[in-house]
């Protein structure tokens, strides 16, 4: 890419930042679309195919995603022969790893299931291919393939509902097949050599793996803070407050693509910042980001009632607090992103399996206590804390690791 055709930072941001904003807001316009058609029993069984299919997703990965986006772009245009490796690399380990979760689940009973499992090969070739995007710098195509696949979401449900088709199975094709495809939309041009294993791969391997054995951790106390909440919240109230509880979880989740969308561009950008000066800098700025997402997201919090009624329905207006307080929470997460980007630099992969341990450990403890007592305002405030212990751990863990790095004579402070 030339200098000409290479994105600024804030440009990049720009551009993943809006194709990430809308692709979610039509996929959470095809999903609420998706459950007002299928009614509650039907959509139920989706959404409990659905999570089986993000778990596989999260297990075929077991952290390789970060680890290969993070190695790939401090090499890339320096090193293109160890950068053409760790692409396929990653992509066959991936493929080994799906293979043997799908040899697994020919052992399950429910046929939907199993139906989802395979499916989930479209979605985890989606991320790889945010990945190898990314970390070449190519943030426009992420934005377009994110877009792709949302709207052919829309489309399809669109059209199964006119014919009314719409069911579980219909639904989780649609979830599962479209992400690929809409993948393959950026793949008109392969941006590695080949697709053979490459006869080094155990060493690259190594090198992927040297990271993302603790992006693991981290991948699956992801994926456990993004649902035990939800679990416990059934276990300790109604039904209805759990559907109440899983829509206000929507719509936050929706308020973070924005932190998500500036850590995306940051953590590729900082991890080529080896100079001190240009990292002292970025420090400079990095809490003005952090307050300005913040204070977006909080400025957002009047329309949450005005939120629910125009996407989940007014049957959910009693998650307007929730909501608001879920909010405070994503943008806490957001105000964290920037600092996080930090150990894309710094050679701290431990703080993701840390970060991700505290989470769920807080969360947990918290919702157990909390849930009980207060019901979903209290399980909402323990997100909050949650996210101001991470943000806490991580604003401490950074500078520690900044000191080790730069300034060896002030270890022992």
């Given at each position: 890419?030339?200098?000409?055709?290479?994105?600024?930072?804030?440009?990049?941001?720009?551009?993943?930042?809006?194709?990430n904003v809308i692709g979610t807001l039509i996929s959470a316009i095809a999903l609420i679309l998706f459950s007002r058609f299928m009614g509650?029993?039907?959509?139920?069984?989706?959404?409990?195919?659905?999570?089986?299919?993000?778990?596989?997703?999260?297990?075929?990965?077991?952290?390789?995603?970060?680890?290969?986006?993070?190695?790939?772009?401090?090499?890339?245009?320096?090193?293109?022969?160890?950068?053409?490796?760790?692409?396929?690399?990653?992509?066959?380990?991936?493929?080994?790893?799906?293979?043997?979760?799908?040899?697994?689940?020919?052992?399950?009973?429910?046929?939907?299931?199993?139906?989802?499992?395979?499916?989930?090969?479209?979605?985890?070739?989606?991320?790889?291919?945010?990945?190898?995007?990314?970390?070449?710098?190519?943030?426009?195509?992420?934005?377009?393939?994110?877009?792709?696949?949302?709207?052919?979401?829309?489309?399809?449900?669109?059209?199964?509902?006119?014919?009314?088709?719409?069911?579980?199975?219909?639904?989780?094709?649609?979830?599962?097949?479209?992400?690929?495809?809409?993948?393959?939309?950026?793949?008109?041009?392969?941006?590695?050599?080949?697709?053979?294993?490459?006869?080094?791969?155990?060493?690259?391997?190594?090198?992927?793996?040297?990271?993302?054995?603790?992006?693991?951790?981290?991948?699956?106390?992801?994926?456990?803070?993004?649902?035990?909440?939800?679990?416990?919240?059934?276990?300790?109230?109604?039904?209805?407050?759990?559907?109440?509880?899983?829509?206000?979880?929507?719509?936050?989740?929706?308020?973070?693509?924005?932190?998500?969308?500036?850590?995306a561009v940051l953590n590729v950008r900082v991890a080529k910042y080896h100079d001190p000066v240009h990292l002292n800098e970025y420090l400079?700025?990095?809490?003005?980001?952090?307050?300005?997402?913040?204070?977006?997201?909080?400025?957002?919090?009047?329309?949450?009632?005005?939120?629910?009624?125009?996407?989940?329905?007014?049957?959910?207006?009693?998650?307007?607090?929730?909501?608001?307080?879920?909010?405070?929470?994503?943008?806490?997460?957001?105000?964290?992103?920037?600092?996080?980007?930090?150990?894309?630099?710094?050679?701290?992969?431990?703080?993701?399996?840390?970060?991700?341990?505290?989470?769920?450990?807080?969360?947990?403890?918290?919702?157990?206590?909390?849930?009980?007592?207060?019901?979903?305002?209290?399980?909402?405030?323990?997100?909050?804390?949650?996210?101001?212990?991470?943000?806490?751990?991580?604003?401490?863990?950074?500078?520690?690791?900044?000191?080790?790095?730069?300034?060896?004579?002030?270890?022992?402070?």
């Amino acid at each position: 890419m030339s200098h000409q055709d290479k994105p600024t930072g804030l440009l990049s941001i720009a551009v993943l930042g809006s194709g990430n904003v809308i692709g979610t807001l039509i996929s959470a316009i095809a999903l609420i679309l998706f459950s007002r058609f299928m009614g509650p029993a039907e959509f139920g069984l989706f959404s409990a195919a659905f999570a089986a299919m993000q778990i596989v997703i999260r297990l075929s990965d077991l952290g390789t995603n970060m680890a290969a986006e993070r190695a790939i772009a401090r090499i890339h245009g320096a090193d293109s022969e160890l950068s053409d490796r760790l692409m396929r690399v990653t992509l066959w380990f991936k493929l080994v790893t799906f293979t043997i979760i799908l040899l697994g689940a020919l052992f399950l009973t429910p046929s939907l299931i199993r139906l989802a499992i395979f499916l989930s090969l479209g979605t985890i070739f989606f991320e790889y291919s945010t990945v190898v995007f990314q970390s070449t710098h190519r943030f426009a195509m992420v934005a377009r393939i994110t877009v792709a696949q949302s709207i052919g979401k829309l489309l399809f449900g669109i059209i199964f509902i006119w014919q009314g088709i719409l069911h579980a199975t219909e639904g989780l094709l649609i979830y599962g097949l479209l992400p690929g495809i809409g993948a393959l939309l950026g793949w008109r041009k392969i941006p590695f050599s080949t697709f053979a294993l490459p006869k080094t791969w155990r060493k690259d391997l190594r090198l992927i793996l040297s990271v993302a054995k603790w992006t693991a951790i981290a991948a699956i106390a992801a994926t456990l803070a993004d649902n035990i909440d939800t679990l416990l919240v059934q276990s300790f109230m109604s039904s209805y407050d759990t559907g109440i509880w899983s829509g206000a979880v929507r719509i936050a989740t929706f308020a973070s693509v924005l932190g998500w969308s500036v850590g995306a561009v940051l953590n590729v950008r900082v991890a080529k910042y080896h100079d001190p000066v240009h990292l002292n800098e970025y420090l400079d700025k990095a809490w003005k980001l952090s307050l300005f997402i913040f204070c977006v997201l909080a400025l957002s919090l009047p329309f949450a009632a005005l939120a629910i009624r125009l996407t989940i329905g007014g049957a959910y207006l009693t998650g307007t607090l929730p909501l608001q307080i879920l909010i405070l929470a994503a943008g806490l997460a957001g105000a964290t992103t920037p600092y996080v980007a930090l150990f894309y630099l710094f050679d701290r992969p431990q703080y993701y399996a840390i970060a991700g341990i505290i989470q769920t450990v807080v969360l947990v403890l918290g919702d157990l206590i909390f849930i009980p007592q207060m019901g979903l305002v209290g399980a909402a405030w323990v997100r909050v804390v949650v996210r101001i212990v991470v943000l806490s751990f991580t604003l401490i863990y950074a500078r520690r690791a900044y000191v080790w790095h730069y300034r060896p004579h002030d270890r022992e402070k």
